[in-house]
Nanobody, 123 residues
């Protein structure tokens, strides 16, 4: 059974930083491109960042490029998202999932989600 456990969210002032973690179990983590997605109140879930199976390639949404950094530790089946220079518009619940690249952009690879972790950025 696949389990996704996101953590690290919280309340932070604009300009601050947070580091999110996602522990994955029950899935071939080491061979999968992993990604972070987020859903703001009243909005659809959107792609944030992705990282290839070996960490060699990373991809970012334009809105977070230069501020967020995705990384992974395959030995611990964990993917991370370092978020710097946070803005109020980054407020959302953040989720991890397998990331699949399509002609329309990045999509979640599994029809399954963890509980997510809430990030709130105050102005």
């Amino acid at each position: 059974q696949v389990r996704l456990a996101e953590s690290g969210g919280g309340l932070v002032q604009a300009g601050g930083s947070l580091r999110l973690s996602c522990a994955v179990s029950g899935h071939t983590f080491g061979s999968s491109t992993m990604g972070w997605f987020r859903q703001a109140p009243g909005k659809e879930r959107e792609f944030v960042a992705a990282i290839s199976w070996n960490g060699a390639d990373t991809y970012y949404a334009d809105s977070v490029k230069g501020r967020f950094t995705i990384s992974r530790d395959n030995a611990k089946n964990t993917v991370f998202l370092q978020m710097n220079s946070l803005k109020p518009e980054d407020t959302a619940v953040y989720y991890c999932n397998v990331a699949t690249r399509t002609p329309r952009g990045w999509s979640p690879g599994m029809n399954f989600w963890g509980k997510g972790t809430l990030v709130t950025v105050s102005s």
